[in-house]
């Protein structure tokens, strides 16, 4: 039986080549960064709603979703690396 260490999982991050390729621009590594926040912002953009019968459901905000991956994208864009 393999046994992970904790912090293996928490080591998820991702490449400083690809965060510094999308902070200039490139299409594949800004792709790579929603990607890797796919599940976070897909969390973030789950809301209740309820039908004419009065039953809740969740489902994914889809303009919420769209919003919170063009903001991604801004700050992206706009983050300064500093060595």
Not at 43 to 53: A, E, H, I, N, T
Not at 66 to 73: C, D, N, V
Request: charged share 30%; hydrophobic share 35%.
């Amino acid at each position: 039986m393999k046994t992970t260490d904790k912090n293996e999982k928490s080591r998820n991050v991702l490449p400083f080549a690809v965060v510094q390729k999308a902070t200039e621009g490139d299409i594949v590594s800004i792709n790579k960064v929603l990607k890797h926040y796919e599940g976070y912002i897909s969390c973030l953009s789950v809301r209740k709603m309820y039908d004419k019968y009065g039953n809740e459901y969740y489902c994914v905000d889809e303009s919420l979703r769209s919003r919170l991956e063009a903001k991604l994208i801004k700050t992206t864009l706009g983050f300064k690396l500093v060595r």
